[in-house]
T-cell receptor, first 112, second 113 residues
């Protein structure tokens, strides 16, 4: 079972910041938080990941609370092409392979 | 340049047939995965291979047999196809390590009639 909970859907106006929350209250100390998105029926696309520090890349920012029980993915200037299902995942590792357990995700609709 | 590719993109077949889906990655990764996304859109891991060795097997029926001829390829063979096997199958790959981000292929939509 997924170790994360996300709202099923969110709307965002184009050009505004999209803030997608995620709860992962049972996360262990060595487990990473990953974010992927899936546009229509394409393959999941990696966005960003973090352990305990906030992270930023060219796509998004990831804010992780100090207790690591929740995080927020921020798309600073959402565009119509950002409409997708966004998955917050706690990655578990077997040592030689990682396991991504996808939940139901948040369907983000970016509108004009 | 395609990083993770799958063939075919679409596969329509009759119940009881045997079919294969191929996956190739040109990222130099040493770990490859198969995921299944069913009609309700749940994405679940099926298998993981590291350097041609099976690492993860998520209670998948033994009609499904992954085969890894080398590090760059992980094929999925399905025997005696059933209606419930209809789904989109995604291949992924990663580098082994503590932050081994997985990169996914475009998917193969399998329809069993």
């Amino acid at each position: 079972d997924a170790k994360t909970t996300q709202p099923p859907s969110m709307d965002c106006a184009e050009g505004r910041a999209a803030n997608l929350p995620c709860n992962h209250s049972t996360i262990s100390g060595n487990e990473y938080v990953y974010w992927y998105r899936q546009i229509h029926s394409q393959g999941p696309q990696y966005i960003i990941h973090g352990l305990k520090n906030n992270e930023t890349n060219e796509m998004a920012s990831l804010i992780i609370t100090e207790d690591r029980k929740s995080s927020t993915l921020i798309l600073p200037h959402a565009t119509l092409r950002d409409t997708a299902v966004y998955y917050c995942i706690v990655r578990t590792s077997t040592g030689t392979a990682s396991k991504l357990t996808f939940g139901t995700g948040t369907r983000l609709q970016v509108t004009l | 340049d395609t990083a993770v590719s799958q063939t075919p993109k679409y596969l329509v077949t009759q119940m009881g047939n045997d079919k294969s889906i191929k996956c190739e990655q040109n990222l130099g990764h040493d770990t490859m995965y198969w995921y299944k996304q069913d009609s309700k859109k749940f994405l679940k891991i099926m298998f993981s291979y590291n350097n041609k060795e099976l690492i993860i097997n998520e209670t998948v029926p033994n009609r499904f047999s992954p085969k890894s001829p080398d590090k760059a390829h992980l094929n999925l063979h399905i025997n005696s196809l059933e209606l419930g096997d209809s789904a989109v199958y995604f291949c992924a790959s990663s580098l082994m390590g503590s932050t081994d981000t997985q990169y996914f292929g475009p998917g193969t939509r399998l329809t069993v009639l």
